[in-house]
């Protein structure tokens, strides 16, 4: 073999593997146990704040990103008002400013279950002991339904507001809510991402608008259990997304095929010590500026369900305009 044709050989492989390559989770320190987190910096001090899935939506503060995090109590003590199986362990909160009040919408439902309803949560300054429940906001389903009414993300256009949901079943869908993002509208709801493939384990959507585009993250595949049943490799979580001009939809992958047809390109995978990351979200930090978060397990550290860990990354762009980690 030539001295040129093995130069070559060595370059394409270097290439092809930092094309695979991923960067770590920033560091962590203090309380970096997450499960769907859900971050912001709060308007008035720039106080960070995480929202866990857990028993009342766990609340964590810190001065930085990095931590230390502390833990500060719980959004709904005393669980939700809505009168759905699960009720007292509300899930997969997702926080946002409205005007000068934060929402956090949450979902309350039993794991494997299609009876499950969307609530609300409203507080002045994000603190435990100011939240309002405020209740449903009119998204449900039950059995026989196209979709599963949980994992709520909020997304702001102009001054209207949609609401994108969903698990497994028909996956993501949307749906319009009134002027003051309380209650749904009478506006059908419609699908905007669909894997026909399997059991369809798609799940936790989040939109962020960036650079004339509105890009959707959705986690595929399996999320917990991983200490009890290892998935086959490729079968745990992974972010996945896909891109639109339009919040509403004709959202396509790198490869320009439909995320309602199966689409979707890999943000992050499982990577290094980094397995099955998901549960994720974007936040634009006051000095990093556009952050994706997650929660993942770190095989050095533990694989139940207790062990998972708060990841977070400073989003980097592709010349064509894709976000990568």
């Known amino acids: 073999m030539s001295q040129l044709l093995r130069l070559f050989l060595a370059v394409a492989l270097g290439l092809a593997s930092l094309v695979h390559s991923y960067s770590n989770p920033g560091s962590c320190t203090g309380a970096c146990w997450a499960h769907d987190p859900s971050i912001i910096q709060r308007a008035s001090d720039g106080k960070y704040f995480k929202f866990n899935t857990g028993t009342g939506i766990e609340i964590a503060t810190a001065n930085s990103l990095v ?9 709904l003590a005393n669980g939700s008002s809505i009168d759905n199986p699960g009720k007292n362990d509300p899930w997969a909160p997702d926080v946002h400013l409205v005007g000068d009040e934060y929402y956090l919408y949450y979902a309350v439902s039993v794991f494997g279950s299609q009876v499950s309803a969307i ?7 994000m603190q ?65 991402e669909y894997d026909s493939a399997g059991t369809r384990p798609c799940e936790g959507s989040y939109m962020f608008f ?4 509105y ?15 290892l998935p086959a490799p ?26 309602t047809a199966s689409g979707g390109s890999i943000l992050l995978e499982s990577h290094g010590s980094v397995y099955g990351p998901g549960g994720q979200g974007v936040f634009t930090d006051s000095s990093k500026k556009l952050v994706l978060y997650y929660h993942y397990a770190n095989k050095s550290v533990g694989l139940g369900d207790g ?5 977070w990354n400073v989003l980097k762009w592709s010349t064509s305009g894709w976000p990568y980690v």
Request: hydrophobic fraction near 30%; glycine fraction near 14%; aromatic fraction near 14%.
């Open 119 to 125: 609530g609300l949560a409203t507080s002045p300054t």
């Open 234 to 259: 490729g079968d745990e979580y992974r972010i996945m997304m896909c891109r639109s001009k339009t919040a509403t939809g004709g959202f396509l992958d790198k490869n320009g095929v439909a995320c």
């Open 67 to 75: 931590g230390p995090w502390t833990l500060q109590g719980h959004v």
């Open 307 to 311: 062990d998972y860990r708060f990841g």
């Open 210 to 213: 960036y650079n004339n585009y």
């Open 215 to 229: 890009y959707l993250l959705w986690s595929h595949g399996i999320c917990c259990g991983y200490d009890k049943t």
């Open 128 to 192: 435990p002991g100011t939240w309002t429940d405020q209740g449903g906001v009119g998204v449900v389903s039950k059995k026989g339904k196209a979709y599963n009414a949980i994992d709520p993300n909020l997304v702001a256009v102009g001054s209207d507001y949609y609401l994108n949901f969903g698990s497994f079943w028909g996956d993501i869908y949307q749906v319009k809510l009134n002027s003051a993002a309380t209650k749904a509208t009478s506006a059908a709801t419609h699908n905007i």
